[in-house]
């Protein structure tokens, strides 16, 4: 069995026993319409926006009735209990990725809505520089930079 492969079921476990437990606290049920918009944001190298995600769960899963309430309503509790992260673009509304993923950073194209991951160590050493020489106890952090893609500075 290939090793990238087992230890990314052994990740998706470990997120769906998490999911089990949030969802057993909150006192609703593990469905496999909440599973599914799971898998969907976890198998997805995108950021995505509910509707997009809805679009997705229904090519994928077309057998599975899924409402777009649903979804809404899947991703609040999972962002409200940092599984999930957003990125908000004001009236256009929210861009969902999955909260289990190594830090990065956003470089965000305010022409087209693309989003660039990226991550930068001096950066990271510069902040924690910054939050010691102020007594600041940093628990968290993003860093969301807008500006204009190379595609679109082309057209």
């Known amino acids: 069995m290939n090793k ?34 799971l898998k969907v944001l976890y198998d997805s190298d995108e950021h995505l926006t509910p509707e997009a995600l809805h679009r997705l769960i229904q090519e994928r899963y077309a ?4 409402g777009i309430a649903t979804v809404y309503r899947t991703l609040s509790l999972l962002e409200n209990s940092d599984m999930v992260t957003s990125l908000s673009f004001g009236s256009q509304g929210k861009k969902y990725e999955l909260g289990a993923k190594e830090h990065h950073d956003h470089m965000i194209c305010i022409e ?4 660039q991951e990226f991550v930068c160590e001096e950066i990271e050493k510069r902040q ?13 952090h993003s860093m969301q930079i807008y500006g204009i893609c190379s595609k679109c500075q082309k057209s």
Not at 131 to 136: D, L, Q, R, S, V
Request: with cysteine.
């Open 112 to 115: 087209c809505g693309d989003i």
């Open 63 to 66: 057998d599975l009735k899924v």
């Open 4 to 37: 990238d492969f087992s230890t990314k079921t052994q990740k998706y476990d470990e997120l769906i026993e998490d999911f089990k437990t949030l969802l057993k606290k909150n006192g609703l049920k593990f469905t496999m319409q909440r599973e599914v918009i």
């Open 128 to 140: 924690e520089e910054i939050t010691k020489e102020y007594g600041f106890l940093m628990k968290d």
